[in-house]
């Protein structure tokens, strides 16, 4: 399995983004995929999660702000991220869930300047 996340950069307080996370060798409506992120210094956490076996899960802190969707037939995960604070810098990692591993993505760097 592997993941490929896109669509980081550099954006200015307020703006949006729109993260995309590419699974081959899986097929993501299968399985429970997520977004957590890491900011420097600090653990990695949650921010989304979808499965078809379970409720769409947010972090409290991009509720009303984030939305993880799925594309079936791209075999892909996306995070809409609008209204973005300087709190949600961080390298952000697609995770994809399976009852045998756990497979995480190569990373993408998202920076909110204040």
């Known amino acids: 399995v592997q993941l490929q996340a896109s669509g980081g950069g550099l954006v200015q307080a307020g703006g949006s983004l729109r993260l995309s996370c590419t699974a081959s060798g899986a097929i993501v409506s299968r399985n429970a995929v997520g977004w957590y992120r890491q900011a420097p210094g600090k653990q990695r956490e949650l921010v989304a999660t979808?499965?078809?076996?379970?409720?769409?899960r947010y972090a409290d802190s991009v509720k009303g702000r984030f939305t993880i969707s799925r594309d079936n037939v791209k075999n892909t995960v996306d995070s809409q991220m609008n209204n973005l604070k300087s709190d949600d810098t961080a390298v952000y990692y697609c995770?994809?869930?399976?009852?045998?591993?756990?497979?995480w993505g190569q990373g993408t760097q998202v920076t909110v300047s204040s």
């Open positions: 979808i499965s078809s076996a379970a409720p769409t």
């Open positions: 995770n994809l869930y399976t009852p045998l591993r756990n497979y």
